[in-house]
């Protein structure tokens, strides 16, 4: 089989994101049914959707794990991963957008701007995917087009404009004026009836004139040539409109807001257009980059090249019937079944036995895959989530994905203990596939302790391990992971002195450790001379037993946020400096945390609540009793939306109390902000 149906500048990897419950399944599900790759479409309230196929997904009603496929559309081939909407499972996010090219961005025309939806463009933004808006949902009662265009451009700062204009709001809700041409979409039926184009009608002609005019002067500020034929006076062709608004969109200067019901299939059609035309091709972004194993010093770039050098980034694990698949993105090179890579993280070699395109929980093989191109490898035992797979005579380091940071444990038992070993593996397979996903052993009970985003996040695991592994297994009470810092300065000296098999081991160190800002991280460093009289590699083991230190923390707590200075450093000739060295340094950093005041940091969350607003007073004053920081309330159509910073371990049982304070119509979403002194 051909790695590609089509050019390399015909390919287009694009990802859905949103807040939750904006609607990204439906409009994958939809682009499914245009593209052709499905008969009839399926409704998330139905658990019957093709990319939210594990079970949980569809008992809960949600995407947890982002499900990859490819479609055609028009003359280009469009490689489609559906991400999850909930914050416990946003590295799902992270590492896609790491891989693709472009996005589109779908918003509640109720809900607007959520708290997720400012994840996923902060995300966005992090790796330069240019992106496309949908929004959503404007049959529905409450819907705004235009009030969720302001919060975009209030909340998130953007330069977002309408390239289309809806016609008619709500039940009414029945097409979109297409500002770049100017002509009617008529939206009918929910079976994928063709767009029915017409004149734009009489009574919208004004505001059509005024909107279009908008978008023409927006793109004036980015593109020279559209700024001199608005001067000039000239009518200004949908082609050179549409160019000029693909260049801006691919810089990343200027974001199009299209505007649908994925439900109801209206709209869907201009959206795949859009993703076509103004979304880009793999040869459109800058070429990746990465560092030259072989002189880390050295930066390299890998074009989007069939014939290149090989340089792939692992960017997903799966396990499905107990066989590890790799997702890849090529940026370089083609890549065969049966072809030995390198690991440029293990700097070993690996070999690829077999290559899948990939629909949902669905493979087919194909014999290799090019630059530019999402597939799943089958022999790369020893590959993980970030890691770069390279030609072994052009090595490469790409940038790797960053893991966000797991807040919550709770422990884990098995019904029966024959069944212990058996959940170690199960567990080992999920942590590999998950890089928020910990686990680790309590030294003091013996119990594992599983450590994750959230209490979603855990259930959905347990409910994985009892579904797919057979082991019957239950969870404990979750425990929020606190860190612990210092309010101060302080010192603290150890000597360590000991005699091991006959030989002896001393070490004398002494440190000082003082608060820094919070968010500023970890500091640890030397304040010996730079050329110490003191026996080789003696001041490294002393630094790596103060990390050592640092790591174990306090009552099992990591320290954070501070700084630590070796200010001394003494050995005796007859004894082994360097374990002594390492042992005496990190006892002098428990007793130096000791004197300087040690203070826990909690992780404080970003709260978004949306009640309708007779519960609003009720919702504020249930928060300050949670220690709760309230930031700011937006006013919505029919409902409130409270932002605030709360302690997590203030939010245990929330649902539960928000349904009883709003009669069961509030809804919360919540991620993590910070490590904080709770009320600091």
């Not at 708290?115 to 966005?124: F, G, I, K, P, Y």
């Not at 700024?227 to 199009?256: M, N």
């Not at 994750?452 to 057979?470: T, W």
């Not at 606190?482 to 004398?508: D, N, P, S």
Request: aromatic fraction near 4%.
């Amino acid at each position: 089989m051909r790695a590609f149906m089509v050019s390399v500048d015909r390919v287009r990897n694009i990802g859905i994101v949103a807040h939750i419950d904006a609607g990204k399944t439906t409009v994958s599900e939809r682009f499914l049914f245009h593209g052709g790759r499905i008969h009839k479409t399926g409704e998330v309230h139905d658990g019957a959707t093709q990319l939210d196929w594990m079970a949980q997904e569809r008992e809960r009603g949600i995407t947890i794990t982002a499900a990859a496929t490819t479609l055609p559309w028009r003359d280009c081939e469009i490689h489609l991963l559906d991400t999850p909407g909930h914050v416990d499972f946003t590295v799902e996010v992270e590492r896609c957008l790491r891989v693709l090219d472009g996005c589109v961005v779908v918003f509640c025309g109720v809900g607007g701007v959520q708290a997720q939806s400012e994840t996923v463009w902060r995300q966005a933004d992090k790796f330069h995917v240019g992106r496309l808006v949908l929004v959503n949902k404007l049959d529905r009662v409450g819907a705004s087009f235009e009030r969720v265009v302001a919060e975009i451009h209030e909340r998130l700062r953007s330069n977002a404009v309408p390239i289309q204009l809806p016609i008619g709001a709500g039940e009414t809700f029945a097409g979109a004026v297409d500002l770049v041409r100017m002509v009617a979409l008529s939206f009918s039926g929910v079976q994928g009836e063709p767009v029915q184009e017409q004149p734009v009608p009489a009574e919208l002609a004004d505001a059509a004139a005024r909107a279009r005019e908008r978008l023409v002067l927006a793109l004036a500020d980015l593109d020279d040539g559209i700024a001199e034929r608005y001067l000039a006076g000239e009518e200004i062709a949908p082609a050179t409109l549409a160019a000029a608004l693909r260049k801006a969109t691919i810089a990343g200067r200027f974001v199009p807001v299209l505007c649908g019901s994925a439900l109801r299939n209206k709209g869907m059609e201009p959206l795949l257009d859009a993703v076509v035309d103004y979304l880009p091709s793999p040869l459109d972004v800058p070429p990746a980059t990465g560092h030259d194993l072989r002189d880390p010093a050295k930066i390299l770039a890998r074009e989007a090249r069939a014939d290149g050098p090989l340089a792939a980034l692992a960017f997903k694990v799966s396990f499905r019937d107990g066989r590890k698949v790799v997702f890849l993105r090529l940026f370089s090179g083609t890549l065969h079944g049966g072809n030995q890579v390198l690991n440029a993280r293990t700097q070993k070699k690996e070999r690829v036995t077999r290559l899948f395109r990939v629909h949902a929980d669905k493979r087919v093989a194909v014999d290799a895959a090019a630059a530019g191109e999402i597939v799943a490898a089958a022999g790369l035992d020893h590959a993980v989530t970030g890691d770069t797979l390279c030609a072994p005579d052009a090595p490469i380091l790409l940038e790797r994905i960053d893991a966000c940071v797991p807040v919550l444990t709770q422990s884990i038992e098995v019904e029966h203990q024959d069944e212990r070993v058996r959940l170690q593996q199960v567990l080992a397979k999920m942590a590999e596939e998950d890089p928020t996903f910990r686990v680790r052993e309590d030294a003091e009970t013996g119990q594992t302790i599983l450590v994750g985003m959230g209490e979603l996040h855990l259930e959905v695991i347990v409910d994985r391990i009892r579904a797919e592994y057979g082991v019957r297994a239950t969870l404990g009470r979750p425990q929020v992971v606190c860190r612990t810092t210092v309010l101060g300065e302080g010192h603290g000296q150890a000597v360590f002195a000991r005699e091991l098999q006959q030989k002896a081991i001393f070490g004398e160190a002494a440190c000082t450790v003082r608060a820094r800002a919070r968010g500023a991280g970890l500091l640890v460093r030397s304040g010996l001379p730079p050329v110490p009289p003191l026996p080789h590699g003696v001041v490294d083991a002393a630094l790596e037993g103060l990390r050592d230190g640092t790591a174990a923390g306090l009552d099992g707590q990591v320290l954070d946020d501070l700084e630590v200075v070796l200010t001394s450093l003494g050995v005796r000739e007859e004894a082994d400096p360097l374990i002594g060295a390492r042992a005496a340094a990190a006892e002098a950093l428990r007793r130096a945390v000791d004197a300087a005041g040690p203070a826990q940091l909690q992780p404080i969350m970003r709260v978004e609540v949306a009640v309708e607003a007779p519960h609003l007073g009720a919702i504020l004053g249930d928060l300050q009793q949670r220690q709760g920081q309230v930031l700011d309330v937006v006013e919505r159509e029919r409902e409130r939306a409270v932002l605030a910073h709360v302690p997590l371990r203030k939010l245990f049982g929330y649902a539960t109390r928000l349904r009883s304070l709003t009669e069961g119509h509030g809804t919360f979403t919540m991620e993590f902000h910070r490590y904080d002194i709770a009320g600091g």
